[in-house]
Each structure stands twice: as structure tokens, then as C-alpha cells.
């Protein structure tokens, strides 16, 4: 099974309006991270923002925010009022386990390709 | 004052040809990390180091050799290239204590010719 799916390929989205890219995940670990990246056309992969399993609260940064819910195992991400600069591909991932010197591998989705319109 | 860069940005070579590509950060971590990027755009954990010590290898051909001389350097080397070992390669680095993110250097775009 996909450890991290993410369902949408491709998403047209107009400037200023918000926008959620989903994500769900598959794991029996009860202590993993998720992670969301950005990687524009310039190739370089941008990291966005962390949620921590037992983190009680969902995580923001800035216009990012994640909605994390635990019990469906999900983990979209939400970007308000977006703009021309967050067309660029998102790629959600998972580390599974606690942060344990070295052995913390993410797993990356297919991601999606976020296009924002004028 | 780059956080995580690689030489080179490009590399464009013949098959069966040696290469390296190189890593550094300055972050003070101490976890450094390979992912190859498919054409797909598909990314995949290939090695990673804590502490200049090899703690993951994900099932990759022998002829992908890391090397980390210290905790701020990790390089790659690959022998023999082929065809399928066109990809983008990213090395990141992380710290273990705190929310372990990883944070990405630029890419190197391997092509083989």
C-alpha cells in the first residue's frame, strides 16, 4: 500500500483565492512527522511546514497551514490567499518513528502541481 | 551564505564513466541525507549518514558509493554510470533533536548519455 498518497495530479486555483492540497497517509507507528515541500520550476524542493504526531495543535507557517486529522489519517495542506509565486509542484511526506539519529527517511507522495491563475 | 549546497549543478557524461557530486552544509547538523528525483518527479531515499556514520542504504546498486569526510560533507560517488541513473539528486541534512526537518540543497541534474 501507498504510505503517502497524494490524489490530486494536477490543481488550477485563481490568485487571492484559498486553496487545499490533500494528502493521506498509511502507517502503524504511533510517533511519525509530516512534512510538506515546495518545489517551483527552478527544481529546488523548499520546505514548507511539519506536524508531529502528538502535536495537539495543527501546524501554521505564514499562509500555510496544516489541517491534521489524526483519525482519518490526513494531512492537507492549506495555503490562504494564494498568489502567482505558489504555482510550483507540492510534495507531502512522511517520516515514520521518532526522530532517531539518522534513521529518519521520508517517504514522499506523487505530489501535485499547483497552478495559479491571474 | 548558502544552508545546504551541491557541486555540480549539472553533470552531463558518457555511460560507464566515474562521477562524484558533492555536498556541504552549514546548518550544524548532524544528519545528512541522498534522495534521487525520477522523471516522474518521484523522490526516493537513497542513503543517510549521522554523525559520518552510514545509518540507512535503500536497496542501491553498489556502484553508488557515499562518502561523508565529516559531519558538514557527504558525497557520492558513482561508477560504472547507466543510462537509468539520469535523475536529479538532492542531499539534505537534518537535526535529531527538535521537528527534524530536512532542508534540501539545489539539486544536481545527472544526465547520461
Known amino acids: 500500500a501507498q504510505k503517502i498518497t497524494q490524489t490530486q495530479p494536477g490543481m488550477f486555483v485563481q490568485e487571492k483565492e484559498a486553496v487545499t492540497l490533500d494528502c493521506t497517509y498509511d502507517?502503524?507507528?504511533?510517533?511519525?512527522?509530516l512534512f510538506w515541500y515546495k518545489q517551483p520550476s527552478s527544481g529546488e524542493m523548499i520546505f514548507l511546514i511539519y506536524?508531529?504526531?502528538?502535536?495537539?495543535q495543527n501546524a501554521t507557517e505564514g499562509r500555510y497551514s496544516l489541517n491534521f486529522q489524526k483519525a482519518r489519517k490526513s494531512a492537507n495542506l492549506v495555503i490562504s490567499a494564494s498568489q502567482l509565486g505558489d504555482s510550483a509542484m507540492y510534495f507531502c511526506?512522511?517520516?515514520?518513528?521518532?526522530?532517531?539519529?539518522?534513521?529518519?527517511?521520508?517517504?514522499f507522495g506523487t505530489g501535485t502541481r499547483l497552478t495559479i491563475i491571474p | 551564505d548558502t544552508a545546504v549546497s551541491q557541486t555540480p549543478k549539472y553533470l552531463v557524461t558518457q555511460m560507464g564513466n566515474d562521477k562524484s557530486i558533492k555536498c556541504e552544509q552549514n546548518?550544524?547538523?548532524?544528519?545528512m541525507y541522498w534522495y534521487k528525483q525520477d522523471s516522474k518527479k518521484f523522490l526516493k531515499i537513497m542513503f543517510s549518514?549521522?554523525?559520518?556514520?552510514?545509518?540507512i542504504n535503500e536497496t542501491v546498486p553498489n556502484r553508488f558509493s557515499p562518502k561523508s569526510p565529516d559531519k558538514a560533507h557527504l558525497n557520492l560517488h558513482i561508477n560504472s554510470l547507466e543510462l537509468g541513473d539520469s535523475a536529479v539528486y538532492f542531499c539534505?541534512?537534518?537535526?535529531?533533536?527538535?521537528?527534524?526537518?530536512?532542508?534540501f540543497g539545489p539539486g544536481t541534474r545527472l544526465t547520461v548519455l
Open positions: 511526506a512522511m517520516r515514520e518513528g521518532p526522530p532517531n539519529f539518522g534513521n529518519e527517511k521520508l517517504t
Open positions: 502507517t502503524s507507528d504511533p510517533s511519525y512527522g
Open positions: 549518514y549521522n554523525n559520518k556514520e552510514l545509518i
Open positions: 539534505a541534512s537534518s537535526q535529531t533533536s527538535g521537528g527534524n526537518e530536512q532542508f
Open positions: 546548518l550544524g547538523h548532524d544528519t
Open positions: 506536524q508531529g504526531s502528538y502535536d495537539q
